[in-house]
């Protein structure tokens, strides 16, 4: 049963700062990987999806990093802003259907 | 292109009644999964379903919970006889296969039971 776990729950950093979101998973046998980002009160916007043949994927200021083989793959976020502030959901795909989500990380940026 | 879309966006139903919750998915997709969100929690899958056929149900409440996608129309959440445990948030998602292109979700159904 693949599990996902993301750390940490929450994170607090102040304007500028360059910051890594991490997300683990226990069955290397994905499918792909996807970021999202859940404002309060609202549904799931995709940031970056990942293959499960890339090693990374990159927008604007967003890095996805992909690692099978050790069941990780991280969020870099560069020069963050406080419109950044919200949740990041990863999310594991199995190869025929379903994600499995992790918690999240409740990110708060401070002017 | 609309994207998912779900509504109600709010739903307030009393003890006991039906929730009907609706999700169309995004045009030229024919693939679609509901989830749900309880406060401060992640998403939990529920089901996957294509047309006129499910998938994967395994994360369904064996009771009073059921979903359809038929050849016409939106994907249907239904539940019966709610209780105050079924508020949550309720998401949709689409895909245009078998999730290889990853998911789109819709803004979700917000389910409360007083």
């Known amino acids: 049963k693949q599990e996902v776990t993301q750390i940490p729950a929450a994170l607090s950093v102040p304007e500028g700062e360059n910051l890594v979101l991490n997300c683990s998973f226990t069955d290397s046998a994905i499918y792909n990987l996807q970021w999202f980002r859940q404002d309060p009160g609202k549904g799931l916007t995709s940031l970056l999806l990942?293959?499960?043949?890339?090693r990374e994927q990159t927008s604007g200021r967003l890095n996805a990093s992909l690692d099978k083989s050790s069941g990780r793959s991280t969020l870099y976020i560069a020069a963050s802003q406080p419109g950044d502030s919200a949740t990041y959901l990863c999310?594991?795909?199995?190869?025929?259907?379903?994600?499995?989500f992790g918690a999240g990380t409740r990110l708060t940026v401070k002017p | 292109n609309a994207g998912v879309m779900q509504n109600p966006r709010h739903l307030v139903r009393r003890r006991g009644q039906e929730a009907r919750l609706r999700c169309s998915p995004m045009?030229?997709?024919?693939?679609v999964y509901w989830y749900r969100q309880l406060p401060e929690e992640g998403l939990k899958f529920m089901v996957y379903?294509?047309?006129?056929?499910?998938?994967?149900e395994s994360g369904m409440p064996k009771e009073r919970f059921s979903a359809e996608f038929p050849k016409e129309g939106p994907s249907i959440l239904r539940i019966q006889q709610v209780v105050r445990g079924d508020s949550a948030a309720y998401f949709c998602a689409s895909s245009p296969g078998q999730g290889g292109d990853g998911y789109t979700f819709g803004s979700g159904t917000r389910l409360t039971v007083v």
């Open positions: 379903l294509q047309k006129e056929n499910i998938i994967d």
């Open positions: 999310a594991v795909g199995r190869s025929n259907n379903d994600m499995r």
């Open positions: 990942i293959q499960s043949s890339q």
């Open positions: 045009k030229g997709h024919s693939h």
